[in-house]
């Protein structure tokens, strides 16, 4: 089992940034790529970014590649997604994920763990 917890989000304007937190725990955490992925009413749950923890799996979305940044704390098993440039279009939920299919890292699919979610709104 893993268990995930996002923190960070909220409301900022167009052009400003957040960083959002996923904190992973349990015993086989270590093994596992952990991806964001968001979702807007209506729509299909969209990849955002994975990464794993020894960083030889790291990647985002060309929707968002030059303004968000994937990276990882082992020591504290927080991975983190520095968003810049934020623009209306990124508002959504945003979820972390866990799974060990490294084949299938930027579909929903390919993870088997999932946090609550946490609101980042972005005004214009």
């Known amino acids: 089992q893993v268990q995930l917890v996002e923190s960070g989000g909220g409301l900022v304007q167009a052009g400003g940034s957040l960083r959002l937190s996923c904190a992973a725990s349990g015993r086989t955490v270590s093994r596992h790529v952990i991806g964001w992925f968001r979702q807007s009413p209506g729509k299909e749950r969209e990849f955002v970014a994975a990464?794993?923890?020894?960083?030889?799996?790291?990647g985002s979305a060309d929707s968002v590649k030059g303004r968000f940044t994937i990276s990882r704390d082992r020591a504290k098993a927080t991975v983190y997604l520095q968003m810049n440039s934020l623009k209306p279009e990124d508002t959504a939920v945003y979820l972390c994920?866990?799974?060990?299919?490294?084949?299938?890292?930027?579909?929903?699919?390919?993870?088997?763990?999932w946090g609550q979610g946490i609101q980042v709104t972005v005004s214009s």
């Open positions: 990464i794993s923890w020894s960083e030889d799996i790291k």
């Open positions: 994920a866990a799974g060990l299919k490294s084949t299938l890292v930027a579909t929903a699919r390919g993870y088997d763990y």
